[in-house]
């Protein structure tokens, strides 16, 4: 018989993860992705830890889990989903799923570039928000996205590029987007989630200083953009008003806050500046990026602005006003949010050429080789060829005509096979959200276009800005109705308006006073109170439209 004073305590367990070895000791009945967001092990859960993206796949290599919760025996091993199975007792778990989540990648395409000199709209002096004490002081420029982050480590003296890295945000285990992640907030992981990003970003420093210098405390000011809710989560600050209806943000600008403060090096009160928003839903990012192209000096013509990434953002104006807007187009355009899908790195497939004749199917892989899975730009360049050759309808459904050494049938589903293993595949689920993200993308345009009563025809340059804008394709991405037809001469491309904008800031007052100054021009428009955007999603729901008369510039 237990004594009433007799208190019982939770039995503990320690969880290995391999091949990394690390490992964690939880509580039992700790599902194994909390255990691993603990230990910082990368195990995505793009769904949030729903149990629907099938991200946190694993393999149980020594002891026991709930029968119930086993999917199915591999050589004897148990297949389980972390997000759904607990902790009962030690356990050592191999994950699945390929995962780059706090892979740090060094980049170098920037390394030596001057941002005054090659990114400035109009001439900028040099003249940063810190004071120099040396010849070697340093100033970071952020980019916090909901899918990547990206950094700049740049020479305040010179206002050159020193050093350069990207990770993936390592909060994409409590899910791909904003939404998942606000609700997690709303649930006591708030500082979990500042905590992920925050050390993530201080590896990141880290990772570029050792390129350009063994002292990290040389850091002499930060400039942060990123969506509302990622400078909200990166501040520790309550985003839940963000998602509410109507949407209230604690704030759209904060005070600089001191680098020390969110465990970033710099030496004597260096401080973190963020870019202001417009909105809930419309972020200092595309602030930044609209600035970097120009539009507050822009005297003739409308400029269209898209930043294609996990929120897709859209602005149009010139020197007199802007409109800008907001839509959730999730992380497929990112190579997340897919099956098969990764970043445009080596072994992705990024472009796809169907030889109607011979009923073939041709793949460029990024660096050739072995395809290793699919980037966001592969995605809309096989969509468009898989739409033209016809071996999909116009719901991205897989037709009659798609031949049978490529016709794939499983436990995912219909898919059309990328490999010979069977390992690499396009299934119908994957079109589903890439349609999905392309209405929301070009409904959002329509809906901006409607309310200034001009069509794409106005338009006298389309700037468009993300990850993989450079490597877009861009027949394929009007052929599919992602964005408008026009002339080739009127598309732009920039990589990374947020970022490119955010350096500018940090080597320019100049350029942060006019981008306050031009804050007051902007409008901001809530698709959500629009009556019209939802006809134009729905009508933009098909391949390549319901109305292809839109897509006409």
């Known amino acids: 018989m237990i004594s009433k004073h007799t208190v019982l305590t939770a039995q503990k367990h320690r969880i290995i993860f391999s091949p990394s070895g690390r490992s964690i000791v939880v509580t039992e009945g700790t599902s194994i992705l909390e ?103 340093l100033g970071v420029a952020v980019d916090i996205g909901t899918t990547t982050v990206r950094l700049l480590l740049i020479r305040l003296v010179d206002g050159v590029i020193v050093g350069e890295a990207s990770a993936y945000n390592p909060q994409i285990s409590w899910g791909a ?24 970003i201080s590896a990141m420093i880290l990772e570029t200083t050792t390129q350009a210098t063994d002292d990290a405390d040389l850091i002499r000011a930060y400039v942060v953009a990123g969506n509302l809710t990622m400078i909200h989560l990166l501040l520790g600050i309550d985003p839940s008003g963000i998602r509410r209806v109507p949407s209230e943000p604690a704030a759209l600008a904060f005070e600089p806050v001191d680098a020390s403060s969110l465990g970033w090096p710099g030496r004597g009160g260096v401080m973190v500046h963020t870019i202001p928003a417009i909105g809930g839903w419309v972020g200092g990012d595309i602030v930044s990026g609209i600035l970097r192209i120009g539009l507050p000096r822009q005297s003739d013509g409308i400029s269209l602005y898209v930043d294609l990434g996990t929120n897709g953002e859209i602005a149009v104006g010139g020197a007199d006003f802007a409109m800008a807007c907001a839509c959730s187009a999730g992380p497929a355009f990112e190579g997340s949010g897919i099956r098969c899908g990764m970043r445009a790195d080596q072994g992705a497939i990024d472009g796809a050429v169907i030889d109607m004749e011979k009923g073939t199917l041709e793949l460029s892989i990024i660096s050739g080789g072995a395809a290793r899975g699919i980037c966001g730009s592969g995605l809309i360049s096989l969509a468009d060829a898989l739409f033209r050759a016809g071996w999909i309808d116009r719901i991205g459904h897989f037709t009659d005509k798609l031949p ?18 069977k390992k690499i595949a396009l299934w119908e689920r994957d079109l589903a959200g890439l ?49 408008p037809d026009l002339p080739p001469e009127k598309y732009v491309y920039v990589d990374n308006g947020s970022l490119e904008g955010a350096a500018l800031a940090l080597l320019s007052k100049d350029f942060m006073l006019e ?4 804050l007051r021009k902007i409008t901001y428009m809530n698709l959500s109170e629009v009556p019209s955007y939802m006809d134009e999603f729905v009508s933009a729901s098909f391949l390549p439209h319901t109305y292809p008369e839109k897509l006409k510039g």
């Open 515 to 518: 981008l306050e100054s031009y």
């Open 177 to 200: 987007d904003v939404i998942s992640r606000i609700i997690a907030a709303e649930k006591g992981r708030l500082d979990d989630l500042a905590e992920l990003i925050r050390r993530a």
């Open 404 to 421: 049978d050494p490529y016709r794939l049938d499983d436990k995912h589903g219909r898919a059309l096979r990328l490999s010979q293993k």
């Open 35 to 137: 255990a691993a967001r603990l230990a910082s092990e990368p195990l995505p859960a793009e769904c949030g830890g729903r149990g629907a993206c099938g991200k946190c796949l694993a393999l149980v290599l020594e002891g026991d889990v709930p029968e119930y919760r086993v999917i199915h025996r591999k050589e004897g091993l148990s297949e389980i989903l972390a997000c759904q199975t607990t902790v009962r007792g030690p356990l050592t778990v191999h994950a699945l799923v390929e995962s780059e989540l706090p892979k740090l990648i060094s980049c170098d395409q920037s390394i030596g570039m001057a941002p005054l000199e090659a990114w400035a709209p109009w001439p900028l002096k040099l003249d940063p928000p810190a004071h120099i004490n040396s010849s070697e002081d």
């Open 435 to 483: 349609i999905r993200a392309k209405a929301a993308i070009f409904s959002g345009i329509r809906t901006l276009l409607d309310s200034l009563g001009i069509g794409a025809g106005d338009i006298s340059r389309l700037v468009v800005s993300g990850n993989f804008g450079r490597f877009l394709n861009l027949p394929a991405a009007a052929g599919i109705g992602l964005l």
